[in-house]
Nanobody, 124 residues
Framework: QVQLVESGGGLVQAGGSLRLSCAPS????????MGWFRQAPGAEREFVAS????????NYADSVKGRFTISRDNARNTVYLQMNSLKPEDTAVYYC?????????????????WGQGTQVAVSS
């Protein structure tokens, strides 16, 4: 059974940083794209960032460009989301997702596997 397990969420003040991790189990994702999405209360799930299997192709939502960095360590089968200069509007549950193919874009439909999510709360 494939599981994606996120960790690293928490409560932080505005301007602070957090690093989220996603560790899949049940299969390796080293040949597949990975992504991060988030869902704030009362809002739809939205794309945050994605990375191709090699790390060579990366996409970011405009709202996080310059503040968030997605990366992956295929040897550890782990994907990271470094979040700096956090804002209250970044408060959401963050989900890790595994894509169907080697390259992953911004659409949720491109992803097959989803984690349970980790809460990020940014206070003003």
């Amino acid at each position: 059974q494939v599981q994606l397990v996120e960790s690293g969420g928490g409560l932080v003040q505005a301007g602070g940083s957090l690093r989220l991790s996603c560790a899949p189990s049940g299969r390796t994702f080293s040949h597949y794209g990975m992504g991060w999405f988030r869902q704030a209360p009362g809002a739809e799930r939205e794309f945050v960032a994605s990375v191709s299997w090699s790390g060579g192709r990366i996409n970011y939502a405009d709202s996080v460009k310059g503040r968030f960095t997605i990366s992956r360590d295929n040897a550890r089968n782990t994907v990271y989301l470094q979040m700096n200069s956090l804002k209250p509007e970044d408060t959401a549950v963050y989900y890790c997702a595994g894509a169907r193919f080697a390259h992953a874009g911004i659409g949720a439909g491109e992803y097959v596997y989803w984690g349970q999510g980790t809460q990020v709360a940014v206070s003003s």
